[in-house]
């Protein structure tokens, strides 16, 4: 049998196993083993097991992980995004589509401190959710206008998925969050441009409102944390300090801004880092199973026979990054982004890399990850699984949740609108990467 077939059995194994609902990093570690014994035999597998955790765990990139993670539990916990949205919804409100503008502009913000799309969206599902249903929203649309700007968590940097892609790939996590920025941007101007045509085509659906909040008492309560992200996203880009260092220093103020506002106590904190402890828990066993699995499609050697094949296609560049984008937004409407993210990248990058787009080859790379990562956006909020979509449906009691999919189809539209425009002007993702470096 040779290393492709075996390969492409070991694909198939895992999208079964994954289908009878294994957890996925297990999933991949299992059928990366099975793979890599296959090839080697079980002593070199056992020394290669010896060895690997450690170096890929012992990586001080990846302290950034539970950090930031951890800056964004503290600011879950502090009641920050309640506060965000209230002073949002005091200067947003009053015009049709106000409130759900100001949902997406406080996730926004948020997306600068939490860096998790599903943390995101489970936080606003019960700061926003209510207010939007007691002012008169139509429960389907708010629904989607949550979940979607739950997509600015990973879309505005810092960004978890980002991380993950620059592990992968060996990029300056930098310059990817810098190149992040004005696409993460563009997803809020759009998105707001959404919820403005709904609300002239269904007034009743998005109503004007009267906040009866102060919108500058709001202000002053998150002005803090808002510094915070401003602090930490600027000390990065202008190389103030490290990424990992910028983590802990975002870590570190919202912990002190929440115990000085008096929301963080004992019980909120260890939540917090429990919360954290989990999340990093299971994306550690994702990043340990996609190596061993990487590992076996490297012996299978079909990343590079893949590679060779697609550039000697004779397909223009374009065409093969449309295709893998169209089928990243596949697969991200079915499974976990992460997981997808890891699984595929050993054998999209190195075709990525041996085509020629007219840029050097980091910016080449750079862009890349940003198409990724707005791929993965979309791929959150699109059905049949839309992962942000069954958090709000799970926590939006009433609303089914094929109301929410109908409501998040236009921004689904105008997200790919987006995506073509960075995709055809590379130029947006890497303006910043070239006048910052």
């Given at each position: 049998m040779s290393g492709t077939t075996t390969a492409i059995i070991g694909f198939a194994v895992l999208l079964l196993l994954i289908a009878i609902r294994m957890p996925i990093g297990l999933a991949m570690l299992l059928t990366g083993s099975v793979g890599y014994i296959s090839f080697m035999g079980l002593a070199p597998f056992l020394s290669y097991m010896k060895s690997t955790p450690y170096h890929l765990f012992a990586n001080y990139t990846l302290s950034i992980i539970p950090l930031f993670i951890l800056m964004g539990a503290f600011a879950e916990r502090s009641g920050l995004s309640a506060d965000l949205f209230r002073a949002a919804a005091g200067f947003f409100g009053r015009r049709k589509g106000g409130l759900g503008m100001a949902v997406i502009g406080a996730s926004t913000l948020?997306?600068?401190i939490c860096g998790s799309s599903v943390a995101t969206t489970a936080t606003f599902s019960r700061a926003a959710l209510p207010e939007l249903r007691r002012y008169g929203y139509d429960p389907a649309l708010a629904g989607a206008t949550v979940a979607v700007g739950g997509t600015l968590?990973?879309?505005?940097?810092?960004?978890?998925?980002?991380?993950?892609?620059?592990?992968?790939?060996?990029?300056n996590i930098v310059k990817l969050f810098q190149a992040a920025l004005i696409p993460g941007l563009l997803a809020t101007l759009?998105?707001?441009l959404v919820l403005g045509w709904v609300a002239r085509r269904d007034p009743v659906a998005a109503p004007a409102v009267e906040v009866d909040e102060t919108a500058?008492?709001?202000w002053r309560a998150i002005w803090p944390a808002v510094l915070v992200a401003v602090v930490v996203v600027g000390g990065i880009y202008g190389g103030v300090f490290t990424p990992t260092e910028g983590a802990a220093?975002?870590?570190?103020a919202m912990l002190i801004i929440g115990v000085a506002r008096r929301t963080l106590g004992l019980a909120e904190i260890r939540t917090s880092l429990l919360q954290t402890a989990e999340t990093t828990g299971m994306i550690f066993l994702i990043l340990l199973g996609a190596e061993v699995f990487n590992s076996f499609l490297a012996l299978s050697r079909l990343p590079a026979n893949a590679a060779e094949a697609i550039a000697?296609?004779?397909f223009p560049p374009l065409a093969i990054l449309a295709m893998f984008l169209a089928l990243y937004i596949v697969l991200g409407a079915v499974m976990d982004e992460l997981a997808m993210i890891l699984l595929t990248l050993p054998v999209f990058f190195p075709v990525i890399s041996a085509l020629d787009f007219g840029l050097p080859a980091e910016e080449a790379a750079i862009w890349f990850g940003i198409l990724v990562l707005i791929v993965v956006g979309i791929g959150l909020v699109t059905p049949p699984i839309g992962l942000n979509v069954f958090v709000v449906g799970a926590l939006a009691k009433g609303v089914p949740i094929t109301a929410i999919y109908r409501r998040v189809l236009p921004f689904i539209a105008i997200d790919i609108v987006r995506l073509l425009v960075v995709t055809a002007f590379p130029v947006l993702a890497l303006v910043l990467v070239r006048v910052l470096n």
């Open positions: 948020f997306g600068a968590g990973i879309l505005i940097p810092p960004s978890v998925i980002l991380v993950v892609y620059a592990l992968a790939t060996e990029q759009f998105h707001c500058r008492g709001h220093v975002g870590a570190v000697s296609s004779g």
